[in-house]
């Protein structure tokens, strides 16, 4: 069977995209006496997570993982629970 004679019919397409969801440390401000300039360690690591979903266009069925990690491993398994 050619790619051109697939009965449509039987196909559906999914749209899929992934998202960071993170947090970053800002600026610190702390309590201090008038006329001082105090410093302040800052909290400079980064905390994220990563949401993978999916919407099929004809049915409106939706499928999202939650993941601590943006790799190939990752995206397999996304793929696999698909």
Not at 57 to 76: D, E, H, I, R, W
Request: net charge positive; proline share 4%; with cysteine.
């Amino acid at each position: 069977m050619l790619p051109t004679d697939i009965d449509l019919s039987l196909v559906d397409i999914w749209q899929q995209d992934e998202s960071r969801v993170g947090q970053q440390g800002s600026i610190t401000r702390i309590w201090a006496k008038t006329g001082t300039r105090p410093r302040k360690v800052r909290q400079q690591q980064f905390i994220a997570t990563y949401i993978y979903g999916a919407v099929c266009a004809k049915t409106g069925a939706t499928f999202g993982l939650v993941l601590p990690y943006t790799n190939t491993k990752s995206m397999q398994l996304f793929l696999d629970e698909l």
